[in-house]
């Protein structure tokens, strides 16, 4: 016994798929969701994607923010013992400060890269660069999103003011 399908009657429903015939025959909406979706989710799955890496981009920069000002902290409160035995002025022992904030930079964890430099007599500045993977950009070719910040941190001492 052999099977054969039938057509749809006229005005049925079938499974995923409304068949509703005009008076020319032709069936109406029939895959217009599925256009629709095919259409609007790469621009929804793009708009996930800036909503959540960019989210990432701005946390790289609050943690180079906090790498930066906290490694140039380091290094400014490295004082000349000499000079300051010498003649009671504090200065920053550059050789040291830097030493101390590039300590500071190398223990932090992967993907965190810095410099630090001397400004002056009395003061370091450190630039530290953040790059993290992104989590759905990666779909369209976009790996990595990068931060970049800069502290400058100066040695001050005693007080300083009106009689004194």
């Known amino acids: 016994m052999s099977c054969q399908r039938q057509p749809p009657a006229r005005n049925s429903v079938t499974p995923g798929c409304r068949w509703r015939r005009r008076a020319t025959g032709r069936r109406d909406d029939c895959g217009a969701f599925t256009l629709f979706v095919a259409i609007l989710f790469p621009a929804l799955l793009a708009f996930a994607g800036l909503v959540v890496d960019a989210g990432t981009k701005l946390d790289n920069y609050e943690n180079a923010a906090t ?3 906290e490694a140039a902290r380091a290094g400014a409160g490295q004082v000349n ?3 300051a035995y ?3 002025t504090f200065v920053v022992d550059q050789a040291e400060a ?3 904030a590039n300590a500071y930079l190398s223990a932090l ?3 965190v890269t810095g410099v630090a430099t001397a400004v002056g007599s009395n003061a ?3 630039t530290v ?3 993290s993977p992104t989590k759905i950009l990666s779909i369209i070719g976009i790996d990595t999103v990068t931060a970049h910040a800069t502290a ?3 040695l001050l001492s005693g007080v300083t003011g009106p009689g004194t």
């Open 67 to 69: 790498y930066a000002q």
């Open 81 to 83: 013992q000499s000079e």
């Open 86 to 88: 010498s003649s009671s």
């Open 98 to 100: 830097i030493t101390a």
């Open 109 to 111: 964890p992967a993907g």
């Open 124 to 126: 370091i500045q450190v």
């Open 129 to 131: 660069t953040v790059t």
């Open 152 to 154: 400058i941190a100066s």
